[in-house]
Nanobody, 134 residues
Framework: EVHLVESGGGWVQTGGSLRLSCTASGFTFDDYAIAWFRQAPGKAREGVACLDTGDGRIYYQNSMKGRFNMSSDNARNTVWLQMNSLKPEDTAVYYC???????????????????????????WGQGTRVTVSS
C-alpha cells in the first residue's frame, strides 16, 4: 500500500520560512514523480513543484517559481519543500502525492502546460497545514 507522510507545517508570520517534508513508502513504480500541492480555503488544489525521477529534474508550476524550492533524497524516498518569504495567501494545506509515469504527471505536464495537475495523481498524503499571519 502506498503511503505518504507530510510534516513541517505550522504557523509563521509574513516573510517567514517553513520547510515541509514528505516521505513515501510502499510504492513499486520504477519511474515516478513526487509532487507538492496546496489547497487554500475555498480554492481548488494547485500544483507547486514535482520531482521527475525519469530525468532527475525538479519542475515548478509557473505561478510558484521564486519563493519555493523543492529538494529530494531519492534513496530515502523523501522530498522537502522550502518555502521562503511567505505571504498570507500561502496559507493552505500542503499535500504531497506520487504517481507514474513521471513524464506524464510531472516533467511533460510542467513543460507543455506550465502546470502540475492534481488530477494526474492517485496517491496522496494527509496534508500538513501552513498558516501565514499578516
Amino acid at each position: 500500500e502506498v503511503h505518504l507522510v507530510e510534516s513541517g507545517g505550522g504557523w509563521v508570520q509574513t516573510g517567514g520560512s517553513l520547510r515541509l517534508s514528505c516521505t513515501a513508502s510502499g510504492f513499486t513504480f520504477d519511474d515516478y514523480a513526487i509532487a507538492w500541492f496546496r489547497q487554500a480555503p475555498g480554492k481548488a488544489r494547485e500544483g507547486v513543484a514535482c520531482l521527475d525521477t525519469g530525468d532527475g529534474r525538479i519542475y515548478y508550476q509557473n505561478s510558484m517559481k521564486g519563493r519555493f524550492n523543492m529538494s529530494s533524497d531519492n534513496a530515502r524516498n523523501t522530498v522537502w519543500l522550502q518555502m521562503n518569504s511567505l505571504k498570507p495567501e500561502d496559507t493552505a494545506v500542503y499535500y504531497c502525492a506520487i504517481d507514474s509515469p513521471s513524464f506524464v504527471v510531472c516533467g511533460g505536464s510542467s513543460y507543455y502546460t506550465g502546470k502540475i495537475d492534481p488530477e494526474n495523481y492517485n496517491y496522496w498524503g494527509q496534508g500538513t497545514r501552513v498558516t501565514v499571519s499578516s
